[in-house]
């Protein structure tokens, strides 16, 4: 927020303007107010393995974190670029592979792949998407200078908590917003439904019929679930509310079985059918991957789009945005170290304590270590996870991330934070919106912004030119 | 709107009634307790088994002691119906439709959950008990009022009165069914001390100890108390008051829906059963026999709404 010589930067002017003038208290208590209007309205998320704090709030702080319109040019200009090149990886890989025959990526990076599903192999989605919905985690170290940190193009989650974010700051500073301009996020929820509406399968008649499929209540993320499908006005639907109905998937109504066009859903391939995937499964849909075979359903994101967010593939974006666009990426990838290669692992064993290392197929911070904020007997553990099972690790250098203020007790204080901006992808093209979700990593010096590691969010404003 | 979704709204409003008519059973056998504590442990025992928890009750304890039931009935885990397993269950289903609710019915519903989550944290101290049963009361009227003044009347509000009235159908039911004996015209007991005392408690079980008075002058009989508690269409939560909701409903979503189904017939026999001119013929052809019906017909009619709306697969 503030340059080295003290005066803040020029994003924030206008908003320092202002908060110079408020006081502590009134802070502190605007901070419980959101609190318990969080708590109330059951913004809640739920973790895994804790029993008795089964739902918990996601701490949200009250100063947000902003962006200039031309940093937010750059940035959206790359997020498409990406997009666009993952897309077409996508289709590639279950398609011709040229990609493989080139020799710009190894083949058994995709042939050893979990989340490679033979069951796409010589099909196409409608427009060839893969990936509806996208929420590409970013981190910023300097003026426009971003890196990239995950595609999350399976079933990113967290726009509910950008939109209610921006919700709670209207709320609680409606005089902020008459005098900064802040570009809008609450376009989301209509764009996201006309988004999946273009993407109905080709002989859809009428206007598709679209729905959201969640695991369930008990998932950690049915929050935003159940927030989307009352944002977009579609059914919320579990497994056991669909079947397979003359070669079309339907949801069980209250009149009879109606057919479904479009399904967004928020359960895992494995789960979504158990005549192909997992057998035990009660999440999806038996038969559901030869309708959408057939073309007469559309999954949004595609099965199968997880071999494009691995974080091993992640170390060949850079060639793999060359080779589908014929330009350098705009945004950089953190150098990455392969632990599958030997010199690599060598490297990260010598360097653990500067390094972080996640597991290939891990999310949400689960299973990581931060070799810097790691104690010795933390460090010698891992070393001997990677040197028993190297291939499923990866390591990466710590950036020095860009802090942004949080309020605290004693008033503002720096704090590490990411961004994810939330991409729609439709045959209209990619559009992002003016935001996302910036989480923050609030004890001091930590790096780990997880909500499941407790981190918090704050509102996430780009200004109008 | 998804079957599952129906049955949601249907169960989470049976969950809210059963709450509400719970916390109403402790209250009138808290002050019979009080009062009478040579009864307690009888009328404590008809309180268990109004409420259908006789096993549950017994797998724990082997005495009515008044805390001991009183934590039963509000807290215990194992008791599928105590008051705290019953919020959370609505809660749950109140998750589960979310999409269906107005942001104030599930805003009403969460803050309940967390009120009673709070509020039934340890055990309650007897001084405590008649706050803690009247801010249960209270709250139940403020998820009502967010329900009447915000709901579309729609099938969602039909679903949810539905689930209201059949739970409040047996419910009623179910008090006179354990009491019966007290409500025979027998004419050795009547005005005995013994007879006012439980009629007082029926009446209070059902919140009705004052509406009586105004609705019926004076006569203060067992066939007037069962004639108020089973026929009369103004007490809200008499037997014919009850199936008069459900058939209304019923009614609605047959409409709404264009199609008349099994259950819409089953509520208007049920309905036809308490209209008859007076209580004595119900008393001539048994009324232990009469209610038991009603209790079977309920169960019934409430099984065939499940199937009739695809509640489940």
């Given amino acids: 927020m503030y340059a080295l010589d003290g005066q803040p930067r020029a994003p924030y002017a206008a908003y320092d303007a202002w908060f110079v003038k408020q006081n502590n208290e009134r802070f502190a208590q605007k901070s419980k107010e959101a609190e318990a209007f969080f708590r109330r309205t059951g913004i809640t998320f739920n973790v895994y393995g804790q029993h008795d704090a089964e739902e918990r709030l996601i701490p949200f702080d009250l100063v947000p974190r902003i962006i200039s319109s031309r940093e937010w040019t750059r940035l959206s200009k790359g997020i498409e670029q990406r997009i666009y090149a993952l897309n077409a990886f996508l289709h590639d890989i279950y398609n011709r592979q040229e990609i493989l025959r080139a020799g710009i990526i190894p083949t058994e990076l995709i042939a050893q792949n979990d989340a490679f599903l033979p069951q796409m192999l010589d099909f196409s989605p409608p427009g060839n998407i893969y990936t509806h919905i996208v929420g590409t985690d970013i981190v910023r170290t300097g003026e426009g200078d971003f890196y990239v940190l995950e595609d999350n193009a399976r079933t990113p989650s967290g726009v509910s908590y950008m939109l209610e974010n921006r919700e709670t700051m209207l709320q609680m500073f409606p005089e902020l917003f008459s005098t900064i301009p802040v570009q809008p996020v609450s376009d989301y929820p209509k764009n996201l439904r006309r988004s999946l509406e273009t993407s109905a399968p080709l002989g859809c008649s009428g206007r598709p019929s679209v729905a959201i499929l969640t695991p369930g209540i008990h998932n950690s993320a049915y929050y935003e679930h159940s927030f989307l499908a009352d944002q977009m006005g579609v059914e919320l639907v579990e497994g056991h509310d669909l079947r397979v109905v003359d070669g079309r998937i339907a949801m069980r109504t209250t009149k009879g079985y109606e057919t479904i066009d479009v399904l967004y859903r928020r359960v895992d391939d494995e789960y979504l059918d158990p005549l192909t995937f997992n057998p035990t499964s009660m999440l999806g849909v038996p038969g559901i991957m030869d309708v959408y075979r057939a073309g007469n359903v559309t999954i949004a994101n595609a099965p199968g789009t997880g071999v494009a967010d691995d974080k091993a593939v992640y170390s060949y974006i850079p060639e793999i945005v060359k080779f589908y666009t014929g330009e350098p990426a705009i945004l950089k990838n953190v150098e990455t170290y392969r632990c599958s290669e030997p010199q690599a692992l060598q490297y990260v064993l010598d360097n653990l304590a500067d390094l972080v290392v996640k597991e290939v197929h891990g999310s949400g911070g689960y299973g990581m270590l931060v070799g810097p904020a790691a104690t010795k007997q933390e460090l010698s553990d891992f070393a001997d996870k990677l040197r028993a099972r190297p291939e499923t690790y990866i390591a990466q250098p710590t950036l020095s991330l860009s802090t942004v203020p949080i309020f605290t007790e004693s008033g503002l204080a720096p704090r590490h934070v990411d961004l994810r901006p939330f991409a729609l992808v439709s045959a209209e093209g990619v559009s992002i919106t003016s935001g996302g979700l910036t989480r923050v990593a609030l004890t001091e010096g930590s790096l780990v912004v997880n909500s499941s590691q407790g981190g918090g969010t704050k509102d996430t404003w780009v200004l109008e030119d | ?313």
């Fill in chain 2, 1 to 313: 709107m998804l079957g599952k979704t129906a049955g949601g709204l249907y169960w989470m409003f049976r969950s809210l009634e059963r709450a509400e008519n719970t916390a109403r059973l402790i209250e009138a056998g808290f002050r019979i307790a009080l009062t009478r504590s040579t009864t307690a442990e009888a009328e404590w025992q008809s309180v268990i088994s109004t409420l259908a928890a006789q096993q549950a009750y017994e797998a724990i304890y082997d005495s009515y002691d008044s805390a001991q039931v009183v934590d039963f009935l509000l807290r215990e885990p194992t008791n599928p119906s105590s008051v705290l397993s019953i919020i959370k269950s609505a809660r749950d289903n109140a998750r589960l439709v979310r999409t269906a609710l107005t942001a104030e019915v599930w805003c009403s519903v969460n803050e309940t959950w967390m009120l009673f989550t709070e509020l039934l944290k340890d055990e309650i101290p007897q001084t405590e008990l008649p706050a803690v049963l009247a801010t249960i009361r209270q709250t139940s009227g403020l998820v009502r009022g967010a329900l009447y003044g915000t709901m579309l009347r729609n099938d969602i509000y039909n679903f949810c009165r539905l689930g209201t009235f059949v739970e409040r159908m047996d419910n009623t039911a179910r008090i006179i069914d354990v009491k019966y004996y007290s409500l025979l015209p027998s004419p050795s007991f009547v005005g005995s001390r013994l007879d006012n005392v439980q009629w007082e408690t029926i009446l209070r079980s059902v919140s009705a100890h004052r509406s009586f008075r105004w609705a019926v002058e004076g006569d203060f009989t067992a066939p007037a108390i069962a004639e108020f508690l089973i026929l009369d269409r103004r007490m809200p939560r008499s037997l014919a008051f009850s199936a008069g909701q459900i058939v209304d409903n019923l009614s609605l979503l047959a409409e709404s829906y264009g199609t008349r189904q099994t259950s819409n017939d089953m509520a208007e026999a049920l309905q036809s059963r308490l209209v008859t001119p007076d209580i004595h013929s119900i008393f001539d052809a048994g009324l232990h026999q009469f209610v038991n019906e009603i209790i079977g017909s309920t169960a019934n009619l409430a099984h065939q709404v499940e199937v009739d709306y695809r509640f489940t697969q």
